[in-house]
């Protein structure tokens, strides 16, 4: 599971968060986003240095995170199990082209035979049109 999905099932956990400029936040989340952008209410600031400044709304921007500091009274492994489990798509087979008819009445045949069909290697996309050379 991502950090970021994790974080989105923490709605009202009172959590603390410190920032990469040494400030503390400490507040009840509301909602995370997936940019990991955090919003907080009836949060206490700390400013690195200075007094703590309380506040009934923040939005902490998800980069500006260093780290977040959980309650001990947290459950982890309700959190981290999955609902829905994730089903991988399976992958396309490719295509063979079998001749089965003899070289001599189909002279093309054996050319392709035993090669996936597609645009090969050369000329394949992004070409675009011609510039007249």
């Known amino acids: ?10 709605n009202n956990e009172t959590v603390t968060i410190e920032l990469k400029n040494g400030t503390t936040v400490h507040g009840t989340i509301i ?25 009934d709304h923040l939005s902490v921007r998800g980069n500006n995170i ?5 309650p001990d009274s947290l459950n982890l492994e309700t959190l981290l199990v999955e609902e829905t ?13 079998l001749s089965l008819a003899p ?19 050369s000329r394949g996309r992004g070409r675009g049109r011609g510039r007249g050379r």
């Open 31 to 55: 909602g995370v986003d997936i940019s990991m952008n955090t919003h907080l209410k009836t949060v206490k600031l700390t400013l690195k240095g200075k007094n703590p400044v309380t506040l």
């Open 66 to 70: 260093r780290y977040y500091i959980l």
């Open 85 to 97: 489990p994730r089903v991988k798509p399976k992958k396309p087979t490719a295509v063979y082209v």
């Open 1 to 10: 599971m991502k950090l970021v999905r994790f974080l989105m099932k923490l």
């Open 103 to 121: 070289f001599s009445e189909h002279p093309f045949l054996h050319l392709d035979a035993g090669k996936p069909m597609g645009r090969g290697r």
